[in-house]
């Protein structure tokens, strides 16, 4: 079945760095988009980036110039690179694999990054 796995979340301070992985299995992960979206607390989940397959992105406002998607097809793995973290970006974030739009959407367990002032 298909397993979305994500890691590197935690508690860092503001203006800090983490880097957010989501590890694939049980897709074509090279035919997939991926997205990263997050869940402030009490308010609806969001879209942060997206990167297609052939490896265009598109970045919320919030994120543009500070956050980086990438992928590593090889690795079966999607990363988000988040730079100079404010406490607004405190969320539970998650990984999205979706082959077109028509296609069943999947979703990891999420992974909580907490920024503190």
């Known amino acids: 079945q298909v397993q979305l796995v994500e890691s590197g979340g935690g508690l860092v301070q503001s203006g800090g760095s983490l880097r957010l992985s989501c590890a694939a299995s049980?897709?074509?992960?090279?035919?997939?988009?991926m997205a990263w979206y997050r869940q402030p607390p009490g308010k609806q989940r969001e879209l942060v980036a997206r990167?297609?397959?052939?490896?265009?992105?598109v970045y919320a406002d919030s994120a543009k110039g500070r956050f980086t998607i990438s992928r590593d097809n090889a690795k079966n793995t999607v990363y988000l690179q988040m730079n100079s973290l404010k406490p607004e970006d405190t969320a539970v974030y998650y990984c999205?694999?979706?082959?077109?739009?028509?296609?069943?959407?999947?979703w990891g367990q999420g992974t909580q990054v907490i920024v503190s002032s």
């Open positions: 999205n694999a979706q082959r077109t739009p028509f296609s069943t959407s999947n």
């Open positions: 049980g897709i074509i992960f090279s035919t997939n988009n």
């Open positions: 990167i297609s397959s052939g490896g265009s992105t």
